[in-house]
């Protein structure tokens, strides 16, 4: 058994925050159907994409779950989607859409045909304006404050975070309200705005305080950890490490191994400092970075990796997305996480699992990534009862699509 | 009724991911019971700080908590911590930390005293080893591509996106178990390392198969959205607006807005190129920006707003974190999200609540950061039953403490 095995939630979404919230539920053993239209949806063409065109993106954001294609245009097709989303059975009657929650996809029709009703929608803003992660994440500050001292233009990030984390809290928002449903019996329409999710987190990590308590905002400090020690490193064979002293115990194991604790130790004296507290490592960054350069520059990666981990210190490599793969164990079948997987129209790449481990459960296997419209048929039979003869007619008809070639 | 009202959640964590969780689950209205040593934790002091001193991220990161504190190197001290923990109760025994789980916080030892404890044990690797968010960041590729083409060093992202993730995988991963016990009757021990959650999300996002597959990696594209239309522009005003035309609406939106049809359709031709297609914006990426920008650099914030919102088109202004608390509404109690909350050491700042609306439930208003030790004789009292006379002699052995000054 499966940590969500019996779990079934329908999905119409495109891109990240919903498709995630369902693949990482999907990760976990629960049932998820999504649905599309005949040609694919939104984001069926996202990059990155293979030679032939096939989205590698919406093979990894849908890993693990069933593709149903149909007609949404039409009224029979909407009739299917609405049934499918409100299917009864005690786990069932879940579903989340990123889409605006009118016309057939307005909650109280759904409600109507299934009471008790989970519905999550995620939205761009809590007015149901459009924001994508890149249109929020430049209103709340982050790219102001990334890369170098001293430039003068933003720096957008490259992992959509916001997007990710808003999947996940709508994946925490589902479950927290199957189980209210399960002890009360009554489902309900979640919203989760993806702006909310960012403005929530600014004031959770102290940005908001800064601002109305201390009076000033968060500098650029570069590739500085703040209000701690951590810098990057070059090494002699043209690598960089990141070091990270956040804690007492990181800073103590980090002087050790790099034998820098005499000259640290005179550093802290001229400039009257106490580098056990962390703020003070902060306010001497630059001359401790200054003092660790050449025992990195002295060494290669792997002469600086046996000293530092002897100590247990806290280090990092920087990797290239290439080197990751190619050189990092982690990211291997070596890793438990990983397995490689077959997709028919992309061929074999190393998939992940759910990162939870659950001792008492079985875990899901990595999933492979449906063809459009795969499930369609079995969907239909097994959700909706339809017969061979009704399915093939709603096919004759165009109102559902098969396995996209 | 708020959505998780009656569960009881303990935790020994800090710093990020572990707290991170157990806030998310006090913003839904679970009872959290934070356990820190008599000084405070490893985060305690963590920046940034007032200038007095006291932490914001502290205070932040614990919001809505019930702070509980313990001489945690006391056989004493840890038998109540243990006794607390596995407290009976059948929305209790679930239990987070991202300490070793050795010693007293070892898996057996707590479920040996409550058969269906569900504990989950956040690790850096998977092998148990150290690793923050920096550490990972630098290893799984996003910093080489992060800043401007060309640079040669890598660019920390500054928002802990890993660690927030990670929290919130927890806290899905919690409730999942929560399921399976009240479904099934056992508890169980989850683990989730901080590596893992970046490496599945590498893949997910086709980073992986982009390597695998494609036989290359992604390069480094600045501000651009990768594989579509997005990027910034400085407006008359000295501002920078974000756009994004990931979407064939979006990216028509945008056209119409800046009535830049035309220019566009004939970039299109002798481009030889289907700026319907994702793919093909994205290729003449700089060419479109080129003909969008003068269209902003006549236009101040306020004129660009009016003609982008007229179409809908899809934008977010750049803010830094000061302007995104003084001057956007979404960063006020006009917004739902938030309201002013007071704490004792620190005053009144802007506080969110869960950005997760329940429509059938009440909200839990945003929580404010507890004292250190605030808590300790409510949950001594109310969870372990102790008499006043008993909490008082635990308090004359300096075995807990009452909330700091």
Known sequence: MTI?????ITECAAFIAGPFATMSLAALGAEVIRIDPLEGGLD????????????????????????????????????????????????????????????????????ARRGDLIMANILGNRDGSTALDYTVNCAVGFPAVTGTPGELTPTNHVLPAWDLLCGMTAATGLLAAERHRRKHGAGQLLKIALSDI?????GDLGFIAEVQINGHERERHGNHIFG??????????????????????QWKTLCKATGTGDSITKLEQSENLDFAREGDRFAARDKIAALLAPWFAARTVAQAAAALDSERACWGLYQ?????????????????????VHHPHIGTTLTARSPIDFAACKPTPPGTGPVLGQHTDEVLSEVLKLSGAQIGALHDKNVIGGAAR
């Open 4 to 8: 969500l095995s019996g779990l079934r």
């Open 320 to 340: 290239s997305f290439a080197q990751l793969v190619k050189e990092d164990p982690r990211c291997s079948p070596a890793n438990a996480l990983f397995a490689p």
């Open 198 to 202: 960012a403005l929530a987190v600014v």
């Open 228 to 249: 701690a020690f951590g810098h990057d490193f070059e090494t002699r064979d043209d690598r960089r490490i990141m070091v990270a002293a956040v804690s007492l115990g």
């Open 44 to 111: 069926y063409h996202r990059w990155p994409v293979t030679d032939s065109g096939r989205s590698l993106y919406w093979a990894g954001l849908n890993k693990g779950k069933k593709s149903v294609s149909i007609d949404l245009r039409s009224p029979e097709g909407r009739e299917l989607a609405q049934a499918i989303i409100t299917a009864p059975g005690e786990d069932g009657g879940i579903f989340i859409t990123n889409f605006p929650a009118t016309g057939w996809l307005d909650y109280e029709k759904l409600k």
